[in-house]
């Protein structure tokens, strides 16, 4: 005896995602990636400004609970005209703010294309792919793309001898007068 | 040298570029496309204009003209969209073309040592001599594996 088929198509898997604006391109993030959005005008007064040439798409770190977390300027980042940045996306799991213009919409993708292979620069790291939104390809970047673990090596120094420097300043010591 | 050697009769599409003609073999071309629109986003590959939508899906653009002629197109009339076979895979890459093209069939001849590397062989068409492109010698490659594993692989949605 056999039993009706009870298959069922598989319900496509969606992903819920963020566009958000830098200069004048869109990009998607996964909304599971982004743990908060704050305007820039609430981090005002508590960041350290950042001075470190060799990397200035970070401009400005903050602290939250044990961690230093650095703000990239998408922009600068992905090597557009900088642009007056509105709001900062605080990325889940990660050290890295990103400062973005604004935020588009959020929706919904079905699909996620590899980026093609002729791509072979910074790019393929900075995103997961690409997916097509009405009759646009818009890129979803890659939380992780943002800052290498040298990086963030390096300015986790920078702040170490920023913050001696302070602290010594403040006490009066090490200026050898 | 033998004649076995030396000549291979091929399909190839004819393509041009500005003033020069050039080859490419049949077999790795997909489609001729009408210009459609490029989508253009952040990235460092200066190789690539952008990428267009076919049948779903992304094709990057790679303006080969420059390379092969030293000068940009100043018109775009057809994409031929060419296949390269890339490790187990196989990408689409749409070239701008500024006129007809057309398929024919020839005796190549090899390319030798001293020709460039984007030179896969050579045909003789209508009293002319013409390159057979080696395409993987003007695209850009992915030059780092661990690079291209990273991002080339990102999770399929169905």
Known sequence: MQFASTHKAPHARTEQIILFRCSTQVF????????????????????????????????????????NLYVVNG????GLRPSPASLILLLRRSRTALLIDGIEK????????ALPAAFCHEERVWYRGLTVLDQN??????????????????????V???VVTETAAANGIGLGL | ???????????????????RRFALAAEQIAELVAPSRVFRFAHRTTEIDGVILRRGRVVPVC????????KKLTSRRFYLVATQKRGASLDWVALPVSGECELITADLT????????????????????IEVLNLDALTPVPGDREILTQGGSPEAHA
């Not at chain 1, 609430?42 to 960041?47: D, F, I, M, T």
């Not at chain 1, 922009?75 to 992905?78: D, E, T």
């Not at chain 2, 004649?3 to 003033?19: H, K, N, P, W």
């Open chain 2, 1 to 19: 040298m033998s004649m076995v050697e030396q000549f291979d009769a091929r399909s190839c599409v004819l393509l041009r570029l500005g003033d």
């Open chain 2, 110 to 129: 090899p390319a030798g040592e001293s020709d460039s590397p984007h030179v896969a062989a050579w045909l003789s068409h209508d009293g002319e001599v």
């Open chain 1, 106 to 113: 959020m929706t919904t993708m079905t699909r996620l294309q």
């Open chain 1, 137 to 158: 390809v818009i890129p979803a970047v890659s939380p992780e793309g943002f800052l290498t673990a040298d990086e963030l090596f390096l300015l986790d120094a920078l």
């Open chain 2, 63 to 70: 303006d080969v003209a420059e390379k092969l002629t030293g």
């Open chain 1, 160 to 162: 170490s001898r920023m």
């Open chain 1, 75 to 78: 922009a600068v980042h992905f």
């Open chain 1, 28 to 67: 998607a993030i996964s909304s599971a990636s982004v743990q908060e959005v704050r305007s820039v005008d609430s981090l005002a007064g508590s960041p350290m400004e950042i001075d470190e040439p060799t990397l200035p798409k970070v401009r400005h770190m903050f602290r939250r609970g044990e961690q």
